[in-house]
């Protein structure tokens, strides 16, 4: 029995405590925080992020099909325009020519052999020693022989031109950036049923570009020539500049959020800067400098689309109505109600709880 009461006491006490405490933290409150309004400079950016890409780039592939006999250039490497880059193996197309030519050989003997009796045909002819039939079956056996000594020196032709083409030839001067294949390796020609093997691709390093995709709702604030900032994620404290060159003007949907395709142009960038670097991109739209500014936190908005912040007067505070400028993720601009140095509350101010009856 004196266990059994002295748990009850136990109990009992617990309860009184948890009554006390549950009272005292009621009648706390947790003192509302203030700021004070200070000047300084407001600035509202656009970020983005883009990868870097040369302004002029370009797929090398090849016109013939074939095996790489060699590659002639190396990753990293500068090229001219109309220097030779790569060679297909032309070992089947100059048999294929030695063919074609054969061809035309004989088929100019031919010719000539029917040109000859075409112009006894037209001696006689003059003489009038053979008929008109005769005459008219040794222009036909000239023209016949002629048409197939045309053919075959086409045919030759298109072999000349395909073994032409297993050089392949730089068509910009650039640098080599990427080699995707190597000597040995079967390559299939460009053609309309087919986009081919690529062989090489090379870029002009002298310019670079960056293609952004910006919200719907930040694309209004953007224009052509409109100034851009540039960070690489490689080059920390390097900051480079840019500008706005071009602005698609049909929206489209990227990671599920429509916007607009944007190019800029990098008009200075540092020379260890490469092509697919990823860069993150900030586009000054607004500034206002040596001005009145508050946490943005610190301001609240009415339905009816009134600004304002809570003042402190006495142990109370009061509802303060603002001129609201520009703002950002941090600092509003205060153009209107505050004075610099006043104290305002920097979120809404704790209401005071009634103490319960006891």
């Known amino acids: 029995m004196k266990l059994l009461f002295g748990l009850l006491a136990l109990v009992a006490l617990a309860m009184g405590g948890w009554v006390l405490f549950s009272r005292f933290s009621q009648d706390k409150v947790e003192p509302t925080p203030v700021v004070s309004v200070t000047k300084g400079d407001v600035e509202v950016a656009v970020e983005a992020s883009g990868e870097i890409q040369p302004v002029q780039q370009v797929e090398v592939k090849t016109e013939v099909s074939g095996k790489i006999k060699q590659l002639l250039v190396q990753v990293g490497q500068p090229v001219t325009q109309g220097q030779e880059i790569a060679r297909i193996d032309d070992t089947e197309l100059l048999t294929e020519r030695a063919g074609s030519a054969t061809e035309v ?56 031109d395909r073994l032409a083409k297993t050089r392949i030839i730089a068509p910009m001067a650039g640098q080599v950036l990427s080699l ?5 390796q079967v390559v299939i020609a460009a053609a309309s049923v087919n ?67 944007v190019e800029i142009l990098v008009k200075e960038f540092d020379p260890r800067v490469r092509p697919g670097m990823s860069s993150d991109l900030r586009f000054l739209v607004g500034q206002a400098q040596g001005v009145l500014t508050v946490p943005v936190t610190s301001v609240f908005g009415s339905k009816d689309g009134e600004r304002y912040v809570w003042v402190p007067s006495g142990k109370k505070f009061v509802k303060q109505v603002v001129e609201v400028g520009l703002s950002n993720f941090e600092l509003a601009e205060i153009l209107r109600g505050l004075s610099e140095g006043q104290s305002i509350a920097r979120s809404k101010p704790k209401e005071q709880k009634p103490k319960p009856r006891s």
Request: hydrophobic share 40%; aromatic share 4%.
């Open 180 to 184: 995707p294949v190597v000597e040995g």
């Open 195 to 261: 986009a081919g093997t690529t062989i090489m691709t090379i870029g002009d390093l002298s310019q670079l570009l960056i293609e952004a995709h910006i919200n719907q709702v930040d694309i209004v604030s953007l224009q052509p020539s409109h100034p851009v900032s540039i960070k690489v994620d490689s080059l920390p404290g390097v900051v480079m500049t840019g500008v706005v060159t071009q602005i698609a003007p049909l929206a489209s949907t990227k990671n599920n959020i429509k916007g607009f395709e």
């Open 105 to 160: 050989e004989g088929a100019k003997v031919e010719l000539q052999q029917t040109e000859n009796e075409f112009r006894r045909a037209q001696e006689l002819m003059a003489k009038k020693l053979i008929s008109i039939e005769a005459f008219e079956e040794a222009k036909t056996a000239r023209d016949l022989k002629q048409t197939v000594f045309d053919r075959t020196k086409r045919k030759l032709q298109q072999v000349d």
